[in-house]
């Protein structure tokens, strides 16, 4: 079966850097998604990994290890409207999208 | 550009109304997707489709009818509302099929739905 998790809540503080976790279990993989999505509102994209690796992109990177289906987002510098769920889906060998339940970021002062 | 834009906002149905959830979008996208968001849990894919005509059931379909007469509208339909349908759903749409990693989602704002 393919199963997804990421912690279901974080706090972090402004200006710092924090590290958001996705470890995933499936039989095929054709890649793994980052999403932010702030109350209310609708998800947007932040990153897509399908090689091993790190992929940086401002102050987000996201890294991928295949081998330990693992998964990371990395923010960096964060600011007050970093406040947000970020959310880690899994394409499996069917192109189909695993969504975790998502890992709400709290920030404060 | 709009981009994916869904209507309403909100709805709050009885037990056993229908209601159709509207989608349109302006970018000329093939593929389109709805999904339901419940609290603590991933986003599930309902329906989607892959262009004007054609349409798939996802993971959790029952309940819920769609169709895609055009490009830029898809649809879904609620049959016979009951509580288990109380969720927010999103529409989203993509350039590129399923079949490609390049598969990035635009998605519509939202519509929360109570059924009491």
């Known amino acids: 079966g393919q199963n997804i998790d990421q912690p279901t809540e974080m706090t972090a503080t402004e200006g710092a850097i924090v590290q958001i976790n996705c470890t995933y279990q499936t039989s095929g993989f054709n890649g793994l998604f980052w999403y932010q999505q702030h109350a209310g509102e609708a998800p947007t994209f932040l990153s897509y990994n399908v090689l091993d690796g790190l992929e940086e992109k401002g102050r987000f990177s996201s890294f991928l290890s295949r081998s330990k289906g693992y998964s990371y987002l990395l923010l960096k510098e964060l600011q007050m409207k970093d406040s947000a769920s970020y959310l880690c889906a899994l394409m499996d060998s069917n192109y189909q999208l695993i969504w975790g339940a998502g890992t709400k970021l709290i920030i404060k002062p | 550009n709009a981009g994916v834009t869904q209507t309403p906002k909100f709805r709050i149905l009885k037990i056993g109304q229908s209601m159709t959830l509207q989608c349109t979008q302006d970018?000329?996208?093939?593929?389109m997707y709805w999904y339901r968001q419940d609290p603590g849990m991933g986003l599930k894919l309902i329906y989607y489709s892959v262009g004007a005509g054609i349409t798939d059931k996802g993971e959790v379909p029952n309940g819920y009818n769609v169709s895609r007469s055009t490009t830029e509208d898809f649809p879904l339909r609620l049959e016979l509302a009951a509580p288990s349908q109380t969720s927010v759903y999103f529409c989203a749409s993509s350039a590129v099929g399923s079949n490609s990693g390049a598969n990035v989602l635009t998605f519509g704002a939202g519509s929360r739905l109570t059924v009491l």
């Open positions: 970018m000329n996208h093939n593929y």
